[in-house]
């Protein structure tokens, strides 16, 4: 009995040893503790994944719940859109629960960037990460400049003379016209034409080019247009630049296009002036752009009866597209012209009642400061105050309606001031980078404004109104410029829109975008395309028929 006691006794004591030595193992080396995350981007957590205008220097700071060794960080990656590493810096606080992560190089403007947080990564003690990430981050500007520094004075020059190249190097081979787009092949336009003619002017004037080279350009354009298709006088809106026939806008609008036309005239009005030479070309060319102008029956745009112009006919559909010209827009230069010509010419009535409609185009209300004189609330697209005014010199102009330097500053800094606000916090709008007109958009085109804002600027609307806002043009010039650089600069000057809460930039060129940069920038340096067409006899009469005053008549 002793001796069975005595070794149930001696069990106790070993199984008291056993458990004993267990707790101080359970003591000694804890269970594993599994591990969930938290995180800032640039010291922001937005309740998502994704973020966009991310610094290009980003600092993203995850926290743990669990610490973790610092032999697991390179399974944290970082990846470019094209699936390539980026290398990064990791900084591990020393109890392991805050890692820092930075870029060892300045990420790309815009690009596309992944942060990956995988399942592997595991705690110091083992366990594994609950809620493994990736984080979608979209890099913002890089505001180092891109091009080195130079004058404002030189830069303009740079501008024109990039921008001429659309008119001059890609010109149509045969027609000389201005090809729609960068894309249009033989499809040209008459108003885009228009413009350009008028920067072949600028062109020589800048000794881009020389007199006899531009006048030779001159001469194949009026050659071939003295041969292309028109109704009663009028261009359409497209050409082929190889045959000369018409090339339907739209559905119905395979005809005349009084609006277009205008544009194309003025552009010939200016050529017409320039070229003053007695020798036997400039003369003939004279005529020959007299003859094509006296040609339009601008009156018959009445239909006859009517105190109205209207934009279309066609011989298949005649008046169906049945579009009115009225104010407040782009089309002014229509009753300019009309009212100015000595054969198909308009009376007085018919720009009071047709485009002013009696005084109704007036707004006369105030956005954002200014006050707007006429025209649709907050002013529509910018190049209401371009098209028409490439020609005709609005500074003292006035009229029955308006004072038209009031009218074109006050639309200029009213699209200014609501992109200064940005009341819809598109990235990037402010004083720098500000100009809604009709452009390309991604996916389409549209007529940009303050009240059809889809977050597009277009580097032709703050250019283009240079003469109205010189220090705010000035501003949006160097940053499109210095600041975007070859995201937005191209082969034949700015490329047509961008948006930068895409972010997205055009690969496009448009003749009717690129063509008021060069002539608007003459206009504020020189103020050349202006007294030309302002220089125009039956511009004078015309403009005093129809009431206006002006230091130029």
Known sequence: MKNSSLTGFKLIVFFCFLAFTNCKKQAETPESQDASISFTVDGVYNGTLTYKDVKVNPIIRITFTAPIIQTVLPLITLKAASNQNVPINYTLSPD????????????ESFNNYELQVPASLTTQSGGKLINPLRISLQAGLNDNDKFPRITDNELLTLIQRQTFKYFWDFGHPNS?????????????????SGFGIMSIVVGINRNFITKAEGLA??????????TADTFLGVFPHWLNGNTGKVIAFSAKDNGADLVETSFLMQGLLVARQFFNGINPIETQLRADINQMYNNVEWNWFTKGTGNNLYWHWSPNFGWDINLRIRGWNESLMVYVLAASSSTYTIPKVVYDEGWAGNGSMRNGRTFYNTTLPLGSDNGGPLFFEHYSFLGLNPIGLTDAYANYETQTVAHSKINYN????????????????????????????????PNNDRGYIAPTAAIGSIPYTPQESLQAIRFFY???????????????????????????????????????????????????FMSCPEVKLGLVKLGFKSPKI
């Open 482 to 532: 210095y600041k975007l650089g070859d995201k937005l600069w191209g082969e034949y000057g700015f490329k047509d829109a961008f948006s930068l809460s895409d972010p997205w930039f055009a690969n496009s060129f448009l003749a009717i975008d690129q063509g008021p940069q060069i002539v608007m920038i003459e206009n504020y340096r020189t103020g050349l395309i202006w007294d030309l």
């Open 418 to 449: 609501y992109c200064v606000v940005n009341p819809k916090n598109f990235t990037g709008y402010s004083e720098n980078c500000w100009g809604l007109t009709a452009s390309d958009i991604n996916g389409g085109y549209t007529a940009s404004s």
């Open 176 to 192: 000389g016209l201005a090809r729609e787009r960068n894309t249009s092949g033989d499809l040209v336009t008459t108003g885009g």
């Open 96 to 107: 392991g629960l805050v890692l820092s992560i930075s870029t060892q190089n300045t990420l």
């Open 217 to 226: 350009r001159l001469q194949k354009i009026v050659g071939f247009l003295k």
